[in-house]
């Protein structure tokens, strides 16, 4: 990956500017919404290319290979961690793997397209060491009993399953302090909008 930052033309945001491409790390605990405010990005803002992650867990219903995830095997993330091609890699809840293929981020800045990167606080932590000119967004919730309510209501976990994601998130909570800046996630669209305007103000 090229050092320092990437100079283009950017269609997207203003034909005449030449902009950096950047790339945003979003973290924050279990149920805030990441994927949900991910996912307004990528149907409104087309010009922020957003990673897709590998994990070995299995597909929820209505989820699409390829699109929310690359499903794969154990045997397969065994083998992209051995070849190099994870930007980083967590077992997440205790329970799958989940990794950022390198490649296509690296390809996509290298382009001068920014890049979002929507994944858990072990990973930010590594992305931080290989790519520190990236900004870290934490995104929270309003209160914990907020974060609680959410992550039943969504009835995507049984009752163990969510339990230890709740204790997962308590300790997620305590490293706001690492971010670059917070996002409350009031409201998706407001925490949305925010993210894409942290696109266009940062400068690396
Ligand atoms: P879920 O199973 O609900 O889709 O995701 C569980 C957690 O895995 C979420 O906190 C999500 O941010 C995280 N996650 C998704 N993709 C990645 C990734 O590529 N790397 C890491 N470290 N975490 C990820």
Same mark, same amino acid.
């Given at each position: 990956m090229a050092s320092g930052p990437i100079k283009r033309q950017d269609s997207f945001i203003n034909s005449s500017n030449v902009v950096d491409a950047?790339?945003? #790390?979003?973290a924050g605990p279990t149920a805030v919404g990441k994927g949900t405010v991910a996912?307004?990005? &990528?149907?409104?803002? %087309?010009? !922020?290319?957003? @990673? !897709? @992650?590998?994990?070995?867990?299995? %597909?929820r219903p209505g989820e699409i290979d390829g699109y929310h995830y690359h499903? !794969?095997?154990? +045997? /397969?993330?065994?083998?992209? !961690?051995?070849?190099? =091609?994870?930007? /980083?890699?967590a077992v997440v809840h205790k329970s799958a793997r989940y990794g950022t293929p390198r490649r296509p981020v690296e390809e996509q800045l290298a382009s001068g397209?920014?890049?979002?990167? /929507?994944?858990?606080? $072990?990973?930010?932590? $590594? #992305?931080?060491?290989?790519? %520190?000119?990236?900004?870290? #967004?934490?995104?929270? %919730?309003?209160?914990? *009993? *907020?974060?609680?309510?959410?992550? #039943?209501?969504?009835?995507? *976990?049984?009752?163990?399953?969510?339990e &230890?994601? =709740?204790?997962? +998130?308590?300790?997620? =909570? +305590? +490293? *706001? @302090?690492?971010?670059d800046t917070t996002i409350v996630n009031t409201e998706v669209h407001a925490a949305c909008q925010e993210l894409v305007t942290l696109f266009g103000n940062h400068r690396n």
């Open positions: 950047k790339l945003i #790390v979003l996912a307004c990005v &990528r149907d409104e803002h %087309p010009e !922020i290319w957003i @990673s !897709i @992650s590998v994990t070995t867990r299995s %597909p499903f !794969i095997s154990d +045997a /397969e993330f065994d083998r992209l !961690i051995a070849d190099d =091609l994870l930007l /980083e890699w397209r920014s890049a979002l990167l /929507e994944i858990d606080l $072990q990973g930010a932590r $590594q #992305v931080r060491q290989h790519m %520190p000119e990236a900004y870290f #967004v934490f995104l929270a %919730p309003p209160s914990f *009993e *907020e974060l609680e309510r959410r992550l #039943v209501g969504r009835g995507t *976990e049984d009752a163990a399953e969510r &230890r994601r =709740l204790e997962t +998130a308590r300790a997620e =909570l +305590a +490293a *706001e @302090s690492e971010f």
